[in-house]
């Protein structure tokens, strides 16, 4: 089976926003208790915050973490999180049916995104509360002082405001299970008094709008158009959540929803057009893809958990999903979607970081450790960034009931001037080895190949564990060639590589 993958300089999609490679951490499971913080860990900083943690997200390189929420965010208190640790209340968090200590808030939050050289993306309550708490929340994060919130925080030891830019007005409002979900017209109504409040205190603020949850939701898309229709001259991005499962054990079939997730933002991208057309508006708003993720592995442990009427247990350990090698390629396949759609997909965030259908994984007491769909993550953020080329990829296919007849070699590629690196991101998904062409003679015929990684597994439900961590690991890939501006290289049978070339 042979492809062509055919890049050239000129034919470009966008210029890529980092903030592509995002993530998420919520007040959910064991994600920030035993996960980012765990005050008496051997690792543990001054502030109770894991060092082995901050080492594994910066090796991600993670730009943004978008906090506190999540299902979580809708019946916050965010000033429960403030003051004094042991004067902060106990809370039951009706989410996810357990304890919140509050020992973690938005200070502890922030000084970990300093050691973890990310920034934050914070929502706000449009569940439980509404514009009154989430302008009182701004003032506290991000004005220097002189007021009555921005003095509370300078009391609370924190003398310069955050100024802190992404705010998301919500969470999933669309969803009937979230507290205080709203119609299309009522959250509309709330998200745009709420965008001209925390405007009118910094216009250079960027507001994200909450879209559907995902899109099998019934509201979906009617949802975006009149959310949009209320918000559209406010808000600078509508926000989406997808997640996949293979719970049919159908791989072929689970290696073809991402294309439903293409389809998803086109569609999307068409009712913004829609919108800005009917408003006659210059303005472009942007999709920000603030929660993806494989997620099902976990289902099972998490009916028994919230279930078995244990009471409002703390930090109990939820979506702990433990990943395979099939969901490498899940994932290598929908960032390649992500980086093709980067005109209109500016954010995106993998949910979650740490513990909760994560990337991340920790034994309290314990270890931390890369689950196996940390490396696709990994080297995309750190060598995706850059222009996204638009490639013409022509090859073999394969049929799926999800999707029709789909590309087999799924490609995506990202030239970064800055370094002369281009850099392909490969999934093979299909169950044949595909022998690959790549034209790379616009950049000229003097290519040559700086790093080669693979990754492969003769079972495609293998693990990394606590006592086998590297199970499921990248290796050196061997075999590719490139001369006169055309590189060959074998695809095994469902892989996924990343090779950069120096142009
Ligand atoms: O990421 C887990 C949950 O998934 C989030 O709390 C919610 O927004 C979504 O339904």
């Known amino acids: 089976m042979k492809a062509t993958v055919t890049a050239h300089p000129r034919f470009v999609v966008s210029e890529i926003d980092p903030r592509l490679y995002g993530s998420f951490i919520e007040h959910l499971g064991r994600a920030v208790y035993t996960g980012i913080y765990e005050p008496g860990h051997s690792t ?28 979580f965010v809708s019946a916050y208190n965010w000033e429960d999180g403030i003051g004094p640790k042991d004067e902060r209340p106990v809370r039951l968090d009706l989410a996810w049916h357990t304890s919140e200590s509050n020992e973690v808030g938005i200070h502890e939050f922030a000084d970990w995104c ?46 310069e405001p955050w100024d802190v830019k ?22 509309g109504r709330l998200a745009h008094e709420t965008a001209k409040a925390l405007r009118s205190f910094d216009k250079s603020l960027e507001l994200i709008v909450c879209g559907s949850s995902n899109a099998k939701m019934p509201t979906y898309p009617e949802w975006e158009a009149t959310v949009l229709d209320h918000t559209y001259n406010e808000v600078d991005y509508i926000s989406l959540h997808m997640y996949f499962d293979n719970e049919a054990n159908d791989t072929p079939n689970y290696l ?23 408003k006659r508006s210059s303005k472009q708003v942007y999709i920000s893809f603030d929660e993806w993720n494989v997620w099902y592995h976990s289902k099972e442990q998490d009916k028994k958990i919230l279930g078995g009427n244990d009471g409002w247990p703390f930090a109990p350990p939820l979506l702990e999903d433990i990943y395979n090698f099939e969901d490498v390629l899940q994932v290598g396949l929908i960032i390649n979607t992500f980086i093709r759609r980067s005109n209109v997909v500016r954010i995106a965030c ?64 990202v030239n970064d001037e800055a ?21 790379l003679t616009g950049f000229g015929d003097r290519a040559e190949i700086v790093d080669f990684q693979v990754m492969t597994h003769g079972n495609l439900k293998a693990v990394n564990t606590e006592a086998n961590m590297m ?23 469902y892989s996924y590589q990343m090779i950069r070339v120096k142009v």
């Open 419 to 439: 370094t002369g690196h281009v850099t392909f991101f490969v999934v093979n998904r299909s169950d044949k080895t595909v022998e690959a062409e790549f034209d």
């Open 256 to 278: 073809a929803m991402s294309e439903k997730l293409d389809a998803y933002i086109v569609s999307v991208s068409g009712v913004i057009d829609y919108i800005k057309a009917k």
């Open 350 to 413: 993998l949910a979650q970081l740490v513990n909760v259908i994560a990337p991340i994984m920790t034994a309290p007491g314990g270890a931390a450790w890369r689950q196996t769909i940390f490396y696709p993550f990994m080297f995309a953020s750190r060598f995706g960034r850059g222009k996204a080329l638009d490639l013409n990829v022509d090859g073999p296919t394969y049929p799926t009931k999800v999707a029709g007849d789909i590309s087999s070699l799924d490609v995506s590629a």
């Open 44 to 71: 543990a900083d001054s502030d109770g915050m894991r060092k082995d943690v901050i080492d594994l997200v910066k090796e991600l390189d993670v730009p943004v973490v978008r906090y506190p929420g999540g299902n």
């Open 166 to 187: 992404l705010w998301c007005l919500g969470n999933e409002m669309d969803g009937p299970w979230q507290i205080g979900h709203k119609t299309a017209d009522e959250y």
């Open 114 to 159: 300093v050691s973890a050289n990310t920034e934050m993306m914070l929502a706000v309550n449009l569940g439980s509360r509404g514009l009154d708490e989430a302008r009182n929340f701004l003032e506290y994060t991000n004005h220097p002082g002189g007021s009555y919130w921005s003095d509370l925080r300078i009391k609370n030891g924190r003398k």
């Open 471 to 493: 199970e499921v690991a990248p290796r050196k890939g061997e075999g590719a060639s490139v001369s006169a501006g055309r590189l060959l290289a074998d695809f095994a049978a």
